[in-house]
């Protein structure tokens, strides 16, 4: 599975972005997805996960009822909706799949990795 994302940039505090993460490979469909970020100087932290069929998500308690993660299984994308950006969000925004159908918070039980995209938020 190749992972590419997009949507990222530079945006003011209180603006909204939305991320988008195209996978090829025909396992997609049937893998958990997450979003991870990693700031300068820190480690790779987790953001939101989404089951297979979409009806199971979880999120990090520092983006609940800001973020929101979907997917579309037949574009193959999953995507971050991020509303109320604050600097503390600023980071490199990987999205990343599993093996398996499940969403997972831990980075170590994802098995593929997109190169990841900037997001700034400046105050």
């Known amino acids: 599975v190749r992972l590419v994302e997009s949507g990222g940039g530079l945006v003011q505090t209180g603006a909204s972005l939305r991320l988008s993460c195209v996978a090829s490979?025909?396992?997609?469909?049937?893998?958990?997805l997450g979003w991870f970020r990693q700031a300068p100087g820190k480690e790779r932290e987790f953001v939101a996960t989404?089951?297979?069929?979409?009806?199971?998500?979880d999120y990090a308690e520092s983006v609940k009822g800001r973020f929101t993660i979907s997917r579309d299984n037949a574009k193959n994308t999953v995507y971050l909706q991020m509303n109320s950006l604050k600097p503390e969000d600023t980071a490199i925004y990987y999205c990343?799949?599993?093996?398996?159908?499940?969403?997972?918070?831990?980075?170590?039980?994802?098995?593929?990795w997109g190169q990841g995209t900037q997001v700034t938020v400046s105050s």
């Open positions: 989404i089951s297979q069929n979409g009806l199971y998500t």
């Open positions: 490979g025909r396992t997609f469909n049937w893998s958990g």
């Open positions: 990343a799949a599993r093996n398996l159908r499940w969403g997972a918070s831990s980075a170590n039980e994802y098995d593929y």
